[in-house]
Every structure is written in structure tokens, then in C-alpha cells.
């Protein structure tokens, strides 16, 4: 069975989005992520934050991109739901991080911790339900 056959298999709430909306909402929070993580690590590379500053966008990217493996390869519901709350948490963790020294860099992340707190509640929804 193909991961999307899986997925469309599982219980999900009346108020999940459609499939085909992830598509474009990730393209453009990518394309803020990209931004706004490259300016962290040039930042970070000339020395103008510190690497503790920089750490949570490093772990954030590890998690955000261990979600769709875990999801989609494993098909494990519990280990998604883990990953995405430690994905809010690095994106909280670096939006306060930053905010001091760079604070457009935290602003830029809303749109993405919006998402990311919406998907967080959602994959949480989806594993209860499915237990």
C-alpha cells in the first residue's frame, strides 16, 4: 500500500485540510524557513550570534525533515506526534533565541509557527484517534 493510500485510510477530523493544500502552504513556509535559517547561520558563521543561538534552528530543521520519514515511511502515528511537538518546540525555542539580536528573524517564523501549531494539533488528533 502507497503511504498516500495509508494515510488517506486513517481516521482524521472533519477539520483536517485537504491533501492537496500541503503542497502549496509548505512551498512557502519553505521558502520563509530557507530565508530566514540561511541569514541564522550567516549570522552564526561571522560570529554575530552565538551557536546557542543558532542550535535550535539546527535541531528544528533534523525534526521537520525527520516528520514525513517517520510519518509516511515508518507509517507511525506516535512518533510523528513526537517529532512535530519537538518541532514546535525548536521553532519556539529559536523564535525566542533570536529575537533579541535579530528580531525580523523571529517575526518571519509566524507564519510558520502557525502551521506548525495547527499540524501539531492535528497529527496529535490523528494518533489519538487511531490508537
Avoid: E
Wanted: aromatic share 22%.
Amino acid at each position: 500500500m502507497q503511504s498516500s493510500q495509508w494515510y488517506q485510510q486513517l481516521i482524521r477530523p472533519s477539520w483536517s485540510p485537504p491533501s492537496w493544500l500541503f503542497g502549496p502552504v509548505w512551498t512557502f513556509l519553505y521558502i520563509l524557513i530557507g530565508i530566514s535559517f540561511f541569514r541564522v547561520f550567516q549570522f552564526a558563521f561571522q560570529k554575530k550570534i552565538s551557536f546557542f543561538v543558532a542550535l535550535p534552528f539546527i535541531l528544528n530543521l533534523v525534526f521537520n525533515f525527520a516528520f514525513t520519514p517517520l510519518q509516511f515511511g515508518l507509517r507511525n502515528n506516535l512518533l510523528a506526534a513526537i517529532d512535530i511537538l519537538l518541532v514546535l518546540a525548536t521553532l519556539i525555542w529559536a523564535m525566542i533565541a533570536i529575537y533579541p539580536q535579530q528580531r525580523w528573524l523571529s517575526f518571519i517564523q509566524i507564519p510558520y509557527l502557525l502551521w506548525v501549531s495547527f499540524a501539531t494539533v492535528l497529527q496529535l488528533t490523528i494518533t489519538y484517534l487511531n490508537w
